[in-house]
């Protein structure tokens, strides 16, 4: 057998993520790699942190990307937070936040469960009665933006309440973070993460995390070594720390963080609430024009994240067929629905450079000539 270079094909990424690549982003990974202990690349990463801070509006000294997707970047906000024989209250209306609970499990700790149907967004009355009958919870983790189902939480509330009954919130950004308004230090996250390849317009493999300096005292005081070593905040700050020596933790993803600098100007250049702009204009436009072709959305008006529409399949359509013919003849990748809304809905996403005119009419067209 012949092995060929790959060659991938050109697709329009309108699925759940990974969201097309700026060539700007790609061009910038193709740069020669140098050391990552060289000042050059020291200098770039300092340059990140400060770009990481502007694109969650926050001022935290500790805010970096983790080598890693943003499963990794879940991970540890939890593994650091988290300790055995704790109760932590975890918001599941979606697969991600159930992912949460399987990590919360993982440390050791006792997971309660707030839950909210599929498509829609965790209330707030429910979370403030489930703090009220666990006073003895100290950490509320939750999705702002749930990939699964496309439903976006109320982030500055339900962290309100998580601190008026005496607990951090851990907020999961990996589809908000560039995409819906998001605003760290306004609204007192303690921890966040999130991941590049949504409204960054950049590749997977990094997740841009950010810990206050409530959750920084937390992290260093910790009564147990925090479970996974790669993850510890307290080691890791040798290397993405602010000191001026920094050493050896682990060989960074050099040209993927060139890529991420790219991407992070990129959102710098066109302003963050420009860029939340964008992705609610062009969503208002693409609904209106699914809903022109007779398409229901499944999420409803209030509680649909602009960058990602999920739309239910119509009676007597073959989800897979629709799917497979808009890539195979239209080169348009959509997502499937996961977990129990397999073959129930279609995730349509239009997230960082994604978002735009032309991949809105590709899409519209191609699925009218399919429906039809
Ligand atoms: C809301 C949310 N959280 C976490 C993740 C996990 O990120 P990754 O697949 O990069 O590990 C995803 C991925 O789609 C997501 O959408």
Redesign the pocket.
């Known amino acids: 057998m012949t092995i060929l270079p790959f060659t991938p094909p050109k697709r329009i990424l309108m699925g ?2 990974p969201s097309n690549v700026h060539p700007r982003v790609l061009e910038a990974m193709a740069r020669p790699t140098i050391g990552h202990l060289d000042p050059q690349f020291i200098k770039l990463m300092d340059e990140i942190k400060e770009l990481l801070r502007y694109a969650f509006q926050t001022k935290n000294e500790l805010t970096f990307p983790v080598s890693g ?6 991970e540890t906000c939890l593994v650091n937070l988290v300790e055995p024989g704790m109760k932590v209250i975890v918001c599941i209306n979606g697969v ?1 936040g159930g ?1 949460m609970k399987e990590i919360v499990e993982r440390c050791g700790a006792t997971a309660i469960i707030v839950n909210a149907p599929w498509g829609e967004a965790i209330s707030p009355d429910k979370l403030e009665e489930e703090l009220k009958n666990n006073p003895d919870v100290k950490l509320v983790s939750f ?1 702002h ?4 189902t496309g439903a976006l939480s109320d982030a500055k509330t339900l962290v309100e309440i998580a601190h008026k009954h005496n607990c951090l919130a851990i907020v ?1 950004a ?2 908000s973070l560039g995409g819906v308004p998001l605003k760290v230090d306004e609204w007192n996250i303690d921890a966040i993460y999130s ?1 590049s ?2 409204c960054l317009s950049c590749p ?1 493999g990094l ?1 841009p995390v950010s810990f206050n300096e409530r959750a920084v005292e937390i992290i260093k005081n910790r009564k147990h070594k925090v479970q996974s070593w790669f993850m510890d905040i307290n080691l890791v700050v040798s290397y993405w720390g602010s000191a001026s020596k920094r050493s050896y933790h682990h060989t960074a993803p050099i040209n993927a963080l060139y890529g991420l600098h790219e991407a992070l100007l990129l959102l710098q250049e066109e302003g963050i609430e420009k860029s939340w702009q964008r992705h609610k204009t062009n969503s208002d436009k693409f609904i209106a024009g699914l809903k022109e072709l007779g398409l229901e959305t499944f999420v409803k008006e209030g509680q649909r994240l602009p960058e990602l529409a999920t739309v239910k399949v119509p009676e007597g359509v073959d989800d897979a067929h629709v799917r497979g013919r808009l890539l195979n003849e239209f080169n348009i990748e959509i997502g499937a629905g996961l977990g129990v809304l397999a073959g129930k809905i279609w995730r349509i996403g239009l997230m960082g450079y994604t978002s735009s005119e032309k991949n809105m009419d590709a899409c519209l067209s191609a699925l009218k000539q399919i429906l039809n």
């Open positions: 759940p993520g997707p943003g499963s990794v970047g879940m991600f992912r999705v933006a749930e990939t699964s999961d990996v589809t991941g390849q949504k997977p997740s």
